[in-house]
């Protein structure tokens, strides 16, 4: 379903310079979007032209199929639905104290008092500040007033939010914090759309990225799509994302190989797949191309996981008996990635997990998650880029728990699974205190065989 | 980052006592204070209004010391002046200063003692005020006293960017000290007056740009208040008529007693 459409649109600034000139895109709901392009490029007066805040010179902008309107009552109607937060939040938020500034826009679309009240509340939570609603926002850090300004916005529930530059000025984990932030209400069905020049960013974020320079839009598609092409990022004064950039260099030494553009690490990991050959005994009769059982291997064999059953196709026999074989290995005592929803918090629960479950790496996702665990004293390996790395660690063998809440749990059991399909590395997967929750997988310690390579 | 004294009001754990209960007092001390004949009241309501400043308000006792001493400072050359140049009673020291006869007399010492405890009664309830009530909780109370609303929007809005433009103006100042702006005195002016132009324009700016956010968050022209309710406790009530009638009582009987 289309939510918001323009046709070549065009605006002009007063002194003559073509701020956007013939945009034309097609924004669907529930869709993550990038608008990507250098400092200039047109992406900020654009957000301005979506809201309804400047009128264009040209074309027609149209929300769920209706062209704007820009009589008063109209704009109410879109700004309340598209809602816009600007890249330095100094700007955006100008009352006196947190809590007055989240309720300025609820106050404004005539809500009784509770109902103000509730939003408030309820945005607050979010994004985590609930203890701050007090506090002047000069007594506020950059990454905490981003936050109030993000609720201020949310406070109104619009069904699209626009972020300018979000994660401009922000350190590295109040950057992770607000893109966990976004997936959330991703999650719950809002359309969010970013612009920034990272494209890092942009790559590993996005449904849908939108490429602008000189006030045109001069490409656009899946992100992989977009950041293949070197001539058009060349064009828009761009470069490749790093975690692409680093796969066609290892791809081109001959290390790598995989279908898709990885996007993030573990997706980079996943394509490291060298060749792996190896000389082995095998029994006469055995012709090239035949398949060999060798059995599961452990210890120094076994590289991917402590336990491994190996298939194996023979390349090449040689005379004395040997043969040259190709690898192909699957785990058998796997990592995995266990989900703990804070909502239903014991403490009691989560330390026996920790320990029969025999744990070894635990995250959390989300200011909720990390208070409860800094309070009650469990210990956190890892507190950004959560899902990431634990999906790393379980690739190595080992047993992670990520302690988080709300949207966040559905997030990163999405994350996750998808991962888990794409690669064809099983390791297990689910959220314990929940209905069909998920049992380690049984230990395969009792038939394990000594194999005589 | 600069302290101000908003932020030790902001920290202060009296922040969150009713506001009218904080003005009551305030404004009982003043008037006791002022219409007291004798130093002794406005002494015991300055003993206390810094008492419940330092004790209850955790203000830093250093700190607030050096904050009365600007305004007492000022007090006291008065009062000496005040000392030797009125009343008419009797001698209680005098000596001659080139020549010239100067005496210090009983009525004299009495009033020059009087306005120096009445103004130092006023100063620690308007510390009081200042120290245990950051600004953001008077705007309730602004609304209350049925100013018009635009003025209290305006305050309120003018409230929030001092802070933005005191830092914007620290920054700029930072900016131009160590580029040698403040080296000399000619420079110091002229780079004071670039900075002052240069937060002009800025806030100017500003000001478009808070059109902008106000509007897109549906801005129609209001912008509501809300207050947040304190109810009074038993204890602070308590507290406080124990105050106010201890208070009463010294004003009551120190009336006509002169302490010299």
């Known amino acids: ?453 | 980052m600069t302290n101000i004294l908003d932020d030790y009001a902001l920290m202060s754990p009296l922040r969150h006592i009713n506001n009218w209960l904080k003005l009551a007092i305030v404004f009982f001390g003043l008037l006791l204070g002022v219409s007291s004949t004798s130093p002794i009241t406005p002494f015991f309501i300055a003993f206390c209004m810094s008492f419940a400043t330092v004790a209850f308000g955790r203000t830093p006792l250093k700190f607030y010391l050096k904050l009365l001493l600007a305004p007492a400072g000022f007090a006291l050359t008065g009062v000496i002046v005040i000392a030797f140049f009125s009343g008419s009673g009797q001698e209680l020291l005098s000596f001659e200063l080139a020549s010239y006869p100067l005496a210090i007399r009983a009525d004299g010492l009495e009033l020059s003692l009087l306005v120096l405890s009445r103004s130092l009664s006023g100063m620690c309830c308007l510390y009081f005020l200042a120290l245990t009530t950051p600004m953001i909780e008077l705007f309730a109370v602004l609304k209350a006293s049925r100013l018009p609303e635009s003025f209290i929007e305006l305050s309120m809005l003018i409230y929030r960017y001092i802070f933005v433009f005191l830092e914007m103006a620290l920054s700029i100042k930072y900016a131009q000290t160590v580029r040698l702006g403040y080296s000399n005195f000619r420079r110091s002016l002229s780079s004071m007056g670039m900075l002052g132009s240069t937060l002009f324009i800025r806030s100017w700016e500003q000001g478009d740009k808070l059109f902008l956010a106000m509007n897109s968050r549906c801005y129609d022209g209001k912008m509501t208040l809300f207050e947040v309710k304190r109810s009074v406790r038993a204890a602070e009530m308590l507290l406080t008529s124990v105050y106010f009638l201890s208070a009463l009582a010294l004003f009551y009987f120190t009336k006509n007693i002169s302490i010299i």
């Not at chain 1, 009552?73 to 816009?84: A, C, F, M, P, T």
């Not at chain 1, 007090?134 to 300004?149: C, E, F, I, T, W």
């Not at chain 1, 972020?163 to 893109?179: M, Q, T």
């Not at chain 1, 208070?371 to 992670?400: F, H, N, P, W, Y």
Request: hydrophobic residues 35%.
């Open chain 1, 1 to 453: 379903m289309i939510i918001l459409e323009t046709r070549s649109l065009k605006y002009t600034y007063p002194d003559g310079t073509a701020a956007v000139q013939d945009i034309n895109i097609e924004i669907k709901k529930g869709q993550k979007i990038a608008f990507v392009g250098q400092n200039g490029s047109g992406k900020s007066t654009l957000f301005l032209l979506l809201n309804g805040t400047l009128k264009p010179q040209d074309g027609e902008i149209l929300f769920h199929g209706a062209p704007f309107k820009y009589d008063s009552k109209s704009l109410r109607e879109i700004r309340k639905s598209v809602g816009i937060v600007f890249q330095n939040s100094d700007d955006q938020i100008f009352a006196p104290t947190v809590y007055q500034d989240v309720a300025f826009g609820p106050a404004n679309l005539g809500y009784s008092r509770e109902r103000v009240d509730a939003s408030v509340q309820h945005a607050l939570e979010h994004v985590g500040l609930t203890r701050l609603k007090d506090k002047p926002p000069h007594h506020l850090s950059g990454g905490q007033k981003k936050r109030v300004a993000i609720a201020g916005v949310m406070a109104m529930e619009p069904e699209v939010i626009i972020l300018d530059e979000p994660l401009s000025n922000l350190d590295p984990v109040g950057a992770d914090e607000i893109v966990d932030l976004l997936n959330e209400f991703n999650h719950f069905g809002s359309t969010i759309i970013i612009s920034t020049h990272d494209v890092d960013l942009a790559y590993r974020w996005s449904d849908y990225v939108y490429l602008m320079s000189n006030s045109k839009l001069i490409g656009q598609g899946t992100p992989a799509e977009v950041f293949k092409e070197q001539e058009l990022l060349k064009k828009a004064g761009l470069r490749q994302p790093t975690t692409l950039e680093i796969y066609h260099e290892i791809e081109r030494r001959g290390l790598a190989y995989g279908k898709n553009s990885p996007k993030t690490i573990p997706d980079l990991v996943n394509t490291l797949k060298p060749l792996d050959l190896m000389w082995v005994e095998v029994p006469p009769g055995i012709r090239e191309g035949d398949s060999l059982n060798l059995g599961v291997m452990y210890g120094e064999y076994a590289t991917n996981s402590p336990y491994e059953a190996i298939n194996a196709t023979v390349l090449h026999i040689h005379p004395d008996g040997r043969a040259i074989v190709e690898l192909k290995r699957k785990g058998i005592k796997a990592g995995g990635v266990l989900l703990y929803d804070t909502d239903k918090y014991s403490l009691q629960e989560v330390r026996q997990v920790i320990k029969d479950g025999e744990i070894v790496f635990v995250g959390a996702m989300g200011k909720k998650s990390k208070t409860l665990a800094e309070q009650d004293g469990i210990r956190l390996d890892v507190t950004s880029g959560v899902i990431d790395k634990s999906i790393l660690m379980a690739l190595c063998g080992k047993r992670c728990l990520i302690l988080t809440a709300g949207g966040m749990v559905d997030h990163a059991l999405k994350r996750t699974r998808e991962y888990v399909d794409k690669s064809g590395i099983e390791f297990t997967v689910g959220v314990i205190n929940r209905e069909g929750g998920c049992k380690w997988l049984d230990e395969t310690d009792g038939n394990l065989g000594e194999l005589g390579i």
